[in-house]
């Protein structure tokens, strides 16, 4: 029953697929997260308030709605915009772009939220004496704002990783040659679902101790208190 | 856009919508029926209890619901056991299999949920029950659990809420909730836009119809931990 009949190297091949969309996305969610954040608490109208559309939106619709809205549907919108600039060929729109991109401004909105509780808690006084100093917008952010913000964002930081980790497993959906499609094909060929899609869990159970593991660690050098400890 | 392909196709639509609600709502009870138990092992003095809570619980938040869903579905027909016994009635529906699969995964974290509502429960109240006399079942029964479920229901809502949305993978086993419905849809006039924003647009109203239920119980049972109006 446990015989990978010789998939094993496929399957860990999907799963570095997996850790690239994953870690990708998160670079753009930390981006967009932080965008928005800074928009949410932004004295800008215009900014508060499509920062506000912006994580209501995409928080009241599933994931996997939303990723097959931006690969179908985007392949359709590239396409006519291109007919209507005069451009005949097909163009298609990668899976693995599709994915990094719904994945990481998915988990922006989630982001903004836990960002904004972050900004939220540094004492506004810190961030004056920062700018009486003389120090730029970008350095108060830099040596003020990003270093005490990280300790309080942490947590939710650490939760929101590890649930896009387990969103990426939907990328499989629309094509994209992940761990969960290299197993639906060996599964198909071997006609042995179970033994792979139970490899499938274990691996993502590998990812996620592992990222709860390092994560507790750098909680603990964001927090001084506990540094050393 | 052109939306009346699927204006002409709405029943679909409505079938999904039925579907989900549907399997959420039986998910979500089932799931709070094998909760309270798990959190009450979980947070048990027993090694015996607590660690097989504890690992059932890490199992099934470590793996993403898509995949838990593939084991059940498409895995447990490898395993001759099942295939052999009267289970087997139940695992080759896709709708079974889909309601299972939910339960297992919901049952999980609203067991973690409630395990931090019971441990916060304040000392005072535990204490003065014991002064009365209550028994230990009487106490879990008349304080402990009311009070904790009061405490979960911020954290639960959220919880509901991602079932409702993680609920959409039933659509991939060939089921036709809202995602099924738009799946289809999107596979006869080939329009993924109109097909996928009506979808969205269903789950959007659902999801508030949730936020708004949650946010009238949270005003009816934690009134009074309410900060008084200034």
Redesign the interface.
Known sequence: ?FNLEGYLPTILEGSIITLQIALLSLALALVLGILGALGKLSRNVIARKSAEIYTT?IR???????M??IY??G???VNDLAYKLGYDDYIEISPFAAGVITIGFIFGAYLTETFRGGILAVPQGQLEAGRAFGMSPIKVFRRILFPQMMRHALPGLTNNW?VLL?????V??IGLDDL?RK?NMA?GVT?????F??L??VI??VF??ISTLLLKRLENHYNPERRGH | MDFTPVIENIDFYWQGLFTTIQLVSAALILGLMLAIPLALMRGSQHAYLRFPAWFYIY?I????????L??IY??????ESIKASWLWAFFKEAYWCALFAFTLNTAAYTAEILRGAIETTPKGELEAAKAFGMSKNMIYRRILLPSAFRRALPAYSNEVIFL??????A??ITLVDI?GA??IV?ARFY???EA??V??LF??AL??CFIWLFKRLEKRYLSHLQKPAQ
């Open positions: 029953m939106l009241s619709v599933p994931d996997l709605i939303l097959l809205l179908f549907g392949q359709v919108l590890l387990k969103t990426t497993a939907l499989s959906i969960v197993a599964a006609q042995k679902p179970f033994t899609y139970l499938v869990g993502f159970l996620t101790s | 199992i938040r470590g793996t993403p619901l898509l995949v838990q593939y084991i498409y895995g447990f027909g490898q395993v409702l949305h993680g609920s959409a993978v659509g991939v995602t738009a799946r999107n329009n993924p836009f996928f924003i979808a969205a789950y959007m999801t508030f």
